[in-house]
């Protein structure tokens, strides 16, 4: 059975730091590509960031330079450092993964991954 389970999320203040976390189980980490999503109340699911098997890192315009993705491939798990958040970085944070070992052009869509977590929620107050 495959789980996709997300955790690190909570309330920070404006200008502060969390760290996400995601662990897999029943399927092989190594190899796949991993990415995290965002969906605000009200909004569509964006991608925010993905990260391939061999490490090249894709993240999008909002995130670039406060957010940082990474693995460890010997503890299946994946990792969304982030800092200088924003209000407007509220959002329930999900983690996926594809079935291919790279981040394609499309990384950012939903349609990129076949698997997902459950989501933890991240709060930023003003």
């Known amino acids: 059975q495959v789980q996709v389970m997300e955790s690190g999320g909570g309330l920070v203040q404006a200008g502060g730091s969390l760290r996400l976390s995601c662990t897999v189980s029943g399927l092989t980490f190594g190899g796949r590509a991993m990415g995290w999503f965002r969906q605000a109340p009200g909004k569509e699911r964006e991608g925010v960031s993905c990260i391939s098997w061999t490490g090249p890192t894709y993240y999008a315009d909002s995130v670039k330079g406060r957010f940082t993705i990474a693995r460890d491939n010997a503890k299946n798990t994946l990792i969304l450092q982030m800092n200088s958040l924003k209000p407007e970085d509220t959002a329930m944070y999900y983690c996926?993964?594809?079935?291919?070992?790279?981040?394609?052009?499309?990384?950012?869509?939903?349609?990129?991954?076949?698997?997902w977590g459950q989501g933890t929620q991240v709060t930023v107050s003003s």
């Open positions: 996926a993964a594809t079935s291919v070992g790279y981040c394609s052009v499309s990384w950012s869509q939903k349609s990129a991954y076949n698997y």
